[in-house]
Nanobody
Framework: QMWLAESGGDLVQPGGSLRLSCDFSYIGSDNFAIGWFREAPGKEREGVSCISANGEVTHFEDSVKDRFTVSRDNTKNTVYLQMNGLKPEDTAHYYC?????????????????WGQGTQVIVSA
């Protein structure tokens, strides 16, 4: 079992930066991956990035590879999504999700636990 809570969403101008946090707690093994997903109005939820149980980062969305980074602090039970060079098309509700497997996967239906999300709006 796992619980997750996102924070850090905000209104930011194009070119700006935000750091999203995903605070998590769990019962049992810590052998899980945590992914970041986003959902824009009228669009399907898409995978953004993920960090595996052993710290390997995968970016699922090509447009974020040079702008977003993911890190994991197991001492604080927190995963971060650092977003730089934000664009209007990054506007979405961002979710973190936990997977009962050490490996990252791009599809949202392969994740077992979800937070409520945090809103990111990129606009001038």
């Amino acid at each position: 079992q796992m619980w997750l809570a996102e924070s850090g969403g905000d209104l930011v101008q194009p070119g700006g930066s935000l750091r999203l946090s995903c605070d998590f707690s769990y019962i049992g093994s810590d052998n899980f991956a945590i992914g970041w997903f986003r959902e824009a109005p009228g669009k399907e939820r898409e995978g953004v990035s993920c960090i595996s149980a052993n710290g390997e980062v995968t970016h699922f969305e090509d447009s974020v590879k040079d702008r977003f980074t993911v890190s994991r602090d197991n001492t604080k039970n927190t995963v971060y999504l650092q977003m730089n060079g934000l664009k209007p098309e990054d506007t979405a509700h961002y979710y973190c999700a936990g997977r009962n497997n050490w490996r990252c996967r791009p599809s949202y239906n392969e994740y077992d636990f979800w937070g409520q999300g945090t809103q990111v709006i990129v606009s001038a």
